[in-house]
């Protein structure tokens, strides 16, 4: 049996349900910016700017916590693409 890529693709895909928050972080080299989708890719909240230090690393946390008990979600996907060196400390 040959097992594609996609097909992995889609098993973590289908692994999402409606109880997750997946947040999307835009790397650069002094200030990230983060966006949070439900599920269905529908916004939840503003976007978030934070630095690139342990003060902005607290402050996304703090801000995907509130965001899951706002909206009643009990877990948050992270993810990111890694721009240079920049996202290393993330």
Do not use: C
């Not at 916590?65 to 992270?78: E, Q, S």
């Amino acid at each position: 049996m040959n097992f594609k890529m996609q097909d992995k693709q889609n098993q973590l895909i289908e692994r999402i349900s409606d109880t997750h928050l997946i947040v999307g972080v835009d790397i650069a080299q002094q200030l990230h910016v983060a966006r949070a989708v439900n599920f269905r890719g529908i916004v939840v909240g503003d976007p978030l700017t934070f630095e690139n230090n342990e003060e902005g690393f607290v402050k996304l946390l703090n801000w995907i916590h509130n965001l899951k008990r706002l909206k009643n979600l009990d877990a948050a996907i992270v993810g990111m693409e890694p721009t240079g060196h920049y996202w290393i400390n993330l």
